[in-house]
């Protein structure tokens, strides 16, 4: 592609394959060039093709709470890494009072309904009576509180168990696009993250999930 020719916003164009003994094929393709930001001064993940897609430990800021840390595991899960909190004693907590925060800065094309995908370790409710949780807000509002195993019949264990992971989303709902911050609190110590994709509807099926998104 040739980005200093492109038009502005939106488009569609066509290649045109061919080949011996055969008609021409012509495929669409479609263009998105932004008027803003600029590639130079974006910072943090940029949506694509109404998705994003984070590693976790490629955050834009880590809070602690005391000797409460979030911390990296290398070569943990599916693609990258992991973070989880440690202490693994560490007390459960309800943000957004002392809890441990990994925040994300993403600036993002469209606005309205978004669903959060969070790929999670497959870890089991050993917390007595209650399951596995965390808690997910975008910039300032009131953290949503999330159980990882509010659905735990023996049918979402067999698919963790085969995926080496468990998928949880939560819904939230964006006024503007433009520059957000996604949070992800902890509530419950065992928590480990591998990965999360923001979904404006744009992620398609796959085992492993979109690749990871632009960012700087």
């Known amino acids: 592609m040739d980005w200093g020719h492109a038009p502005t916003g939106s488009n569609k ?4 394959i061919e080949g011996v003994g055969t008609s021409p094929i012509a495929v669409e393709v ?4 932004p008027a803003q930001p600029s590639r130079a001064s974006v910072k943090g993940f940029v949506e694509t093709s109404g998705y ?17 840390t979030w911390q990296p595991i290398p070569d943990y899960g599916r693609t990258l890494s992991a973070m989880s909190i440690f202490p693994v004693t560490a ?26 995908e969070s790929i999670l370790s497959p870890t089991l409710n050993f917390q007595p009576g209650r399951g596995l949780r965390y808690a ?3 910039d300032a509002e009131l953290p949503q509180v999330i159980d ?15 995926d080496s992971v468990r998928k949880v989303r939560s819904k939230h709902v964006l006024a503007a696009p433009g520059v957000h911050t996604l949070k992800f ?20 099926p796959s085992y492993l999930g979109p690749p990871e998104s632009f960012h700087r």
């Open 52 to 68: 994003v897609s984070i590693e976790a430990e490629h955050y834009s800021r880590k809070v602690d709470a005391g000797q409460v």
């Open 185 to 204: 609190w902890m509530v419950d110590p065992g928590i480990v993250l591998e990965k999360l994709v923001v979904d404006f509807g744009g992620v398609k």
């Open 91 to 116: 007390n459960s907590v309800l943000p957004p009072a002392k809890s441990p925060v990994l925040e994300y800065q993403l600036y993002l094309f469209d606005s309205g309904s978004v669903e959060v």
């Open 136 to 138: 997910m807000s975008f």
């Open 13 to 16: 164009g066509a290649v045109t």
């Open 30 to 33: 479609d263009i998105f060039k």
């Open 148 to 162: 990882a195993l509010a659905h735990n019949m023996p049918s979402d264990w067999e698919t963790s168990v085969k």
